[in-house]
T-cell receptor, first 113, second 112 residues
Framework: EAQVTQNPRYLITVTGKKLTVTCSQN?????MSWYRQDPGLGLRQIYY???????DKGDVPEGYKVSRKEKRNFPLILESPSPNQTSLYFC????????????FGPGTRLTVT | QQPVQSPQAVILREGEDAVINCSSS?????VHWYRQKHGEAPVFLMI?????EQKGHEKISASFNEKKQQSSLYLTASQLSYSGTYFC?????????????FGKGTKLTVNP
């Protein structure tokens, strides 16, 4: 089954404790992206990757890192999480950035205390 | 540079029609529409490219007016299953590359 998987689905952590949210897709998609969703603000892009080893900042990249060492994986790293990073995070993949349907993962709800 | 969606929320009775608008101040290459049900991930509905085309998906259709930099989503004879938040994503040129930027969403509630 074609899908985007994220782990963990739920995470409660403390300020400053490094964490990684994994994202994997099995559709051989070139493009992958991370979004955060906050009430009333819609989906805001954090980082995206056009292909392996190619990543770029989205609209809200501060406090996040990503890497794309393999085509299927695109982990999101929070080196020193802060409470303002409490949010719902979605990973998405697509054949390409433009003119292409994005497939979203199930989401990761992160709480930073 | 998020696109502006209107209305922010709409409540319908089953069988009624609705229109959701998406406007951008930037030149658009394409407009994407997604629906997100409560507690779930967004799901793709359709993409509209430059050229003012209109596309359909079940009883949901959309148009793209390139001149007005606006897209509209039409929901006809709404069903309970149409409830959710609808997001438009506009593809714009930013920093020398094309980027997809989503609006804040329109919450649609369909009641029996």
């Amino acid at each position: 089954e074609a899908q985007v998987t994220q782990n963990p689905r739920y995470l409660i952590t403390v300020t400053g404790k490094k964490l990684t949210v994994t994202c994997s897709q099995n559709m051989n998609h070139e493009y992958m992206s991370w979004y955060r969703q906050d009430p009333g603000l819609g989906l805001r892009q954090i980082y995206y990757s056009m292909n392996v080893e190619v990543t770029d900042k989205g609209d809200v990249p501060e406090g996040y890192k990503v890497s794309r060492k393999e085509k299927r994986n695109f982990p999101l790293i929070l080196e020193s999480p802060s409470p303002n990073q409490t949010s719902l995070y979605f990973c998405a993949s697509a054949l390409s950035q433009g003119f292409s349907e994005q497939y979203f993962g199930p989401g990761t709800r992160l709480t930073v205390t | 540079q998020q696109p502006v969606q209107s209305p922010q929320a709409v409540i319908l009775r089953e069988g009624e029609d609705a229109v959701i608008n998406c406007s951008s101040s930037k030149a658009l290459y394409s407009v994407h529409w997604y629906r997100q049900k409560h507690g779930e991930a967004p799901v793709f509905l359709m993409i509209l490219l430059k050229g003012g085309e209109q596309k359909g998906h079940e009883k949901i259709s959309a148009s793209f007016n390139e001149k007005k930099q606006q897209s509209s989503l039409y929901l006809t004879a709404s069903q309970l299953s149409y409830s959710g938040t609808y997001f438009c994503g506009t593809e714009i040129l930013k920093g020398g590359s094309e980027k997809l930027v989503f609006g804040k969403g329109t919450k649609l509630t369909v009641n029996p």
